[in-house]
């Protein structure tokens, strides 16, 4: 079982800048690694995903081009997000997932607001 911890979330103005980390309890090796965000009464949705057996990444249209994925080393990923818009305001998750191994981390609150 890998357990997983995000940190890095908080309060920030429109346009600004936050960084979410992800640290797990064993190696992510070959997990395929995603950040999700929920807001309520919404359904939980996919931000973007980095592969963990060739790096490749994945980004939903909303967040491409302000929003980067990246790894480090064997347990830890991170999600910049830049320029921040309202709208991406949410509890983002962290999810790592390889075969039927399925795990969630308790989530980071972001808001963004002036």
């Known amino acids: 079982h890998v357990q997983l911890v995000e940190s890095g979330g908080g309060l920030v103005q429109p346009g600004g800048s936050l960084r979410l980390s992800c640290v797990a309890s064993?190696?992510?090796?070959?997990?395929?690694i995603a950040w999700f965000r929920q807001t309520p009464g919404k359904e939980r949705e996919g931000v973007s995903a980095i592969s963990g057996m060739d790096g490749s990444q994945w980004y939903a249209d909303s967040v491409r081009g302000r929003f980067a994925i990246s790894r480090e080393g064997a347990n830890m990923v991170y999600l910049q997000m830049n320029n921040l818009e309202p709208e991406d305001t949410a509890v983002y998750y962290c999810n790592a997932r390889l075969m039927s191994r399925n795990y969630w981390g308790q989530g980071a609150q972001v808001a963004v607001s002036s």
């Open positions: 064993g190696s992510l090796g070959s997990y395929v």
